[in-house]
């Protein structure tokens, strides 16, 4: 069955430094792969889609890498801000047709002033 | 984005009894929603797939009789949970997927207790 990794302890960084956050998955080759954020006792929010054959994909202070070998995606939040704090969610997207998503566990991050 | 609500956000009812949740998708016609169910601290696992005049259709190991799900309008779809146990409490977020868009967007959930 699939499986989505991701880093399960939280992420504590300073103001104005790089978040990354890993995704890691087995036994399946998705041809999408996608970023939510969800905020404590709220649904996610979609942040970004990435395909396959897209090595980065880049929003404001977001961007998302795509290495289908490794079976990895990082998201990265440039110049990060206190109102980043969220769980972020990476979904995989298993019948390439955005109808069968899987979600990893989600990554705790936490921005620091 | 999409705009998708829930109601109600929060509710509490005794063991025994039926819970119905609302999902409505407010900005465009979806033939398809999705419900999820999220336990603390974990992550988002698919219940169901709610189909616009047709049964849904249930992940595998979800009962249907307990999960009733209704798919009456373009608009609407509710989520009936039969006969509650405590072990049925969780946050129920429903979601919906433009056509030729592989994103969904979400509700803001329903936490629902079993007392």
């Known amino acids: 069955s699939q499986k989505i990794e991701q880093n399960s302890e939280a992420l504590n960084i300073q103001e104005g430094k790089t978040a990354t956050l890993t995704c890691n998955y087995t036994?399946?080759?998705?041809?999408?792969l996608q970023w939510y954020r969800q905020d404590p006792g709220r649904g996610p929010v979609f942040l970004l889609l990435?395909?396959?054959?897209?090595k980065e994909k880049r929003k404001e202070r977001l961007k998302v890498t795509f290495d289908t070998t490794l079976k990895q995606s990082l998201f990265h939040i440039t110049a990060s801000q206190p109102a980043d704090s969220a769980t972020y969610l990476c979904?995989?997207?298993?019948?390439?047709?955005?109808?069968?998503?899987?979600f990893g566990g989600g990554t705790r991050l936490m921005v620091k002033p | 984005g999409a705009v998708v609500s829930q109601h109600p956000s929060r509710v509490i009812c005794k063991s025994g009894t039926s819970v119905k949740i609302e999902c409505r998708s407010l900005?465009?016609?979806?033939?398809?929603m999705f419900w999820y169910r999220q336990f603390p601290k974990k992550s988002l696992m698919l219940m169901a797939t709610?189909?616009?005049?047709?049964?849904?259709?249930?992940e595998q190991g979800v009962e249907k009789d307990k999960f009733l799900i209704n798919h009456a309008s373009l608009t609407l779809s509710t989520l009936t949970v039969t006969s509650a146990h405590p072990e049925d409490s969780s946050f129920y977020i429903c979601?919906?997927?433009?056509?030729?868009?592989?994103?969904?967007?979400f509700g803001p959930g329903t936490r629902l207790t079993v007392t």
């Open positions: 979601s919906v997927r433009p056509d030729r868009s592989h994103e969904q967007y």
């Open positions: 036994n399946y080759s998705p041809a999408y």
């Open positions: 990435i395909r396959e054959n897209e």
């Open positions: 979904a995989l997207d298993m019948d390439n047709a955005g109808n069968m998503l899987t």
């Open positions: 900005d465009f016609q979806a033939t398809t």
């Open positions: 709610s189909n616009e005049g047709s049964k849904a259709t249930y």
